[in-house]
């Protein structure tokens, strides 16, 4: 076996093989996801994994277009990009396909998509997302709908603690309006902002001919985070009409989450910057105890559709299986494990019949596999490490052994029974 080292220069950095032991878990978040995706009346798409550049990029922000992975294509000879986020995706579908159709548009997918990093970064470059869109909705009511749904999906994946940080971005924007800041003033500001430093926002603020007022609206910003009654702190410091506005649409969407009966679980950060370029209003993130980083992302953008011609409100959220995988992994390991129902093994001479049991079991909806040619003894430590639960020995007479492995214990039967469809393992 190949050292560690040399497995993984095999492939390029950031992205990993998943082997069926990481595999199943892969499958049995999306597939518990999607089942809270169809409840909620959310219908599949599957974008291509391709675009070309210059479409793409008319629904990507700045920090996605820094990130995208691009190639010439030698079919076209243009610009080809593998999608950095499939919400851009979704958007051109809806305002190039699903113009016509009528509004809200509930659509769900489960993708991959890519992303430039730097090599130093040590980040994924692959990312897997499961999310849903909801396109032609605007208000409170919808934002609500989001939140409450992906909190769902932390209840249908049987999350440990959990909570969703709910921001607005059109908070922030209100306070910052009216100052005349260059972009590199504003960079250095939401820094200071995103990690909650508030000595050096107050020095970097220091260096600004701005009014004190300013000052103190923008340093709230590191300390307007908490459970709702952070509302009323900022409704006491922000005097601008576009952060009160948005205020009141953050009650508004507080108000209906208690109607879900969720409200537990959320906390409000006003100094929540992600995706100022993408969001428009109500942004969320949704993150594990113990876990440093969101497992989901969501929020409101109504302009993205705009960039395809056809302007609709809209606002969704997608989570992260990787994140979810590794901050689970305990969880996860007690409920899914790769496993297959039976092994059935047979001497040479009875390859017929096991072959016509195997596939009478499977239309019974058994997962079954034929064992190779080996010893009794080698059969049964492959089935035990291969995690089979039961082994069957085909023989001569008209006879079945069937051991349960987890216990040892062993049942005979007879071969018609299986044909008739009368055992039930």
Not at 191 to 197: G, N, S, T
Not at 240 to 262: F, M, P, Q, W
Not at 344 to 360: F, M, V
Not at 411 to 425: M, N, P, S
Request: net charge negative; proline share 4%; with cysteine.
């Amino acid at each position: 076996m190949k050292p560690t080292s040399t497995v993984e220069a095999m492939i390029p950095k950031g992205v990993k093989d998943f082997l069926p032991i990481n595999s199943v878990k892969i499958e049995h978040l999306k597939n518990s996801l999607h089942t809270v995706f169809r409840q909620w009346g959310f219908q599949p798409v599957t974008p291509p994994s391709l675009e070309f550049l210059d479409v793409l990029e008319q629904g990507l922000g700045n920090e996605l277009k820094e990130c995208t992975q691009r190639f010439d294509d030698r079919q076209s000879g243009k610009l080809l990009a593998f999608p950095p986020d499939i919400t851009p995706q979704i958007a051109r579908v809806f305002a190039t396909r699903l113009k016509e159709a009528p509004l809200p548009q509930r659509l769900c997918y489960s993708c991959r998509v890519l992303r430039h990093t730097e090599e130093q970064a040590g980040k994924d470059r692959e990312i897997f997302q499961s999310g849903v869109e909801l396109i032609g909705q605007s208000g409170p009511q919808a934002d609500a709908e989001m939140i409450a749904m992906a909190l769902e999906c932390f209840d249908r994946l049987e999350a440990p603690q959990y909570t969703i940080d709910i921001g607005q971005v059109e908070f922030y924007r209100g306070v910052l309006e009216a100052l005349e800041l260059s972009a590199h003033q504003l960079q250095i500001i939401q820094q200071d902002i995103l990690r909650k430093d508030s000595s050096g926002l107050k020095q970097h603020l220091e260096e600004l001919a701005i009014q004190d007022q300013q000052k103190e609206e923008i340093l709230a910003l590191t300390r307007l985070f908490g459970d709702r009654n952070i509302l009323d702190q900022a409704s006491a410091v922000v005097t601008n009409d576009r952060s009160k506005r948005a205020l009141e649409d953050l009650h508004s969407v507080l108000k209906t989450l208690e109607i879900y009966g969720v409200d537990q679980h959320v906390t409000v950060d006003l100094g929540e910057l992600r995706g100022l370029d993408y969001y428009t209003g109500i942004t969320f993130q949704g993150f594990l105890t113990g876990y440093g980083q969101a497992v989901c992302l969501g929020g409101r953008y109504d302009e993205l559709t705009s960039g395809y011609g056809c302007k609709a409100p809209a606002t969704g959220f997608a989570f992260n299986l990787l994140n979810l995988l590794f901050s689970m992994r305990d969880q996860l390991s007690l409920a899914v494990q790769p496993q297959t129902d039976i092994l059935l093994c047979c001497e040479e001479q009875e390859q017929s019949q096991a072959h016509q049991i195997a596939q009478q079991l499977r239309k019974q909806g058994y997962s079954v596999c034929i064992d190779m040619p080996r010893t009794a003894e080698q059969t049964r430590h492959y089935a035990q490490k291969m995690n089979f639960t039961y082994l069957m020995t085909v023989t001569a007479s008209d006879q079945i052994d069937i051991e349960k492995l987890s216990d040892g214990s062993h049942t005979t039967v007879v071969k018609t029974a299986l044909g008739d469809g009368q055992i039930r393992l």
